[in-house]
């Protein structure tokens, strides 16, 4: 799933990627299809958990990218 302006990037709201074992390959192979996302910030969520490190990935695995949140 992904949200906001990252959406924008990748022309999509979600995509299926298929033999992604963690977050920093999951990152790459996004990178290489969508240059523009290495300039962006954004928050992944993986099974609607937050993560701020690699994380290994499952068949079936739900990643969210979120554009950042300010508070209020």
Same mark, same amino acid.
């Given at each position: 799933?992904? =949200?906001?302006? #990252?959406?924008?990037?990748?022309?999509?709201?979600?995509?299926?990627?298929?033999? $992604?074992?963690?977050?920093? %390959? /999951?990152?790459?192979?996004?990178?290489?299809? =969508?240059p523009? #996302?290495?300039?962006?910030?954004?928050?992944?969520?993986?099974?609607?958990?937050? $993560?701020?490190t690699?994380? %290994? /990935?499952?068949?079936?695995?739900?990643?969210?990218?979120?554009?950042?949140?300010?508070?209020?």
């Amino acid at each position: 799933m992904i =949200f906001g302006q #990252l959406a924008d990037i990748v022309n999509d709201h979600e995509l299926t990627l298929i033999d $992604i074992a963690d977050t920093n %390959n /999951l990152v790459n192979e996004l990178n290489k299809r =969508f240059p523009a #996302l290495t300039q962006a910030r954004y928050v992944m969520a993986v099974d609607k958990q937050t $993560i701020t490190t690699n994380t %290994n /990935l499952k068949d079936g695995s739900t990643v969210a990218l979120l554009p950042p949140f300010s508070g209020g």
